[in-house]
């Protein structure tokens, strides 16, 4: 049997190299929770759109997102030979929504779709655990995949009220998506101080004391693990309170300003200082949306302008 195993990121390649699992594979390189999704069926027009917001806003080489990320994609593509394609992701926000993006992809360039099965992966994979997980992969049905493609839709819209629903559903053999999704959400301002929520932890953590970049990541990592980010999108959101004024950085270490305290006491709002204009959420365009989050509801809520 011809198999395509689909991996996400680079790092969990030696361990399924080890194991010696049988087919082709192909690395899904983009981070899909962070900056702009652009709202269309058409892969070459997504894949242009995604090249010049990453340039522009994120410092990413559009030629190397060509080469590294869609030269990648372009293996996933109708084979003679194909007769399964294995979807190997985890269970947090980083992982789930390229899961859902790969899905869509699929079901565009397939007319006809092979046994399409998925494998929800431990965080740190080890080649014991590609041999022990590949015998009890997940069949997805026809209704798995429509259902990833309507919360992949929803992402990509300009509201994001569709997105918030499915947070609220049965989403079928996805049983991570309503934890990674309202995880998504609480990324939008919330309601009292314009914060996000790792905005918000990153200063309260650095409201008891300073801390080394990595040791404040680490401690992310433990507290917050639903969101599965890098030091690639951390080090952009430091560097964003950084320039805004909330931090400053003294010796390689991170500390909190008097404004950061102020907006952490609900004195002064982060929106004021940080500049939205270009700042996205899926499709959810922040200088333009009404929507934050409001904790205590735990939901998205409309602010009057």
């Excluded at 009890?136 to 259902?147: K, S």
Aim: glycine share 4%; proline share 4%; with cysteine.
């Amino acid at each position: 049997m011809s198999y395509l195993h689909v991996l996400n990121g680079d790092a969990v390649l030696p361990a399924f190299h080890q194991s010696k699992l049988p087919g082709e594979f192909v690395v899904c390189r983009e981070v899909l929770c962070e900056g702009k999704v652009k709202n269309t069926q058409d892969p070459d027009v997504f894949f242009q759109s995604r090249a010049k917001h990453l340039e522009f806003h994120y410092g990413i080489d559009k030629q190397s997102y060509y080469t590294q990320v869609v030269q990648e994609l372009e293996k996933l593509k109708p084979s003679g030979s194909l007769q399964e394609i294995i979807l190997w992701f985890d269970s947090d926000l980083f992982c789930q929504f390229n899961l859902l993006f790969i899905i869509h992809l699929i079901r565009q360039r397939f007319k006809v779709l092979p046994l399409i099965s998925m494998v929800d992966i431990p965080r740190h994979p080890t080649a014991e655990n590609y041999l022990q997980l590949f015998d009890t992969r997940t069949t997805l049905t026809d209704t798995d995949l429509e259902i990833a493609d309507d919360i992949w839709d929803a992402l990509c819209l300009e509201t994001p009220q569709a997105l918030e629903l499915f947070a609220h559903l049965n989403n079928g053999q996805f049983k991570h998506m309503s934890t990674a999704i309202t995880a998504h959400l609480a990324r939008f301002p919330n309601t009292e101080n314009g914060l996000s929520s790792i905005q918000e932890f990153f200063l309260k953590r650095l409201q008891m004391g300073e801390y080394r970049w990595q040791d404040l990541y680490k401690l992310f990592w433990d507290s917050m693990p639903d969101y599965g980010f890098g030091d690639f999108q951390l080090d952009i959101m430091t560097n964003r309170m950084i320039k805004v004024g909330v931090l400053e950085q003294d010796d390689q270490k991170l500390k909190i300003t008097s404004l950061g305290l102020e907006i952490l006491a609900n004195e002064e709002n982060y929106l004021d200082y940080a500049p939205m204009e270009h700042r996205w959420l899926g499709g959810v365009r922040l200088k333009t949306s009404p929507w934050r989050w409001n904790k205590k509801l735990g939901r998205l809520v409309a602010m009057q302008k």
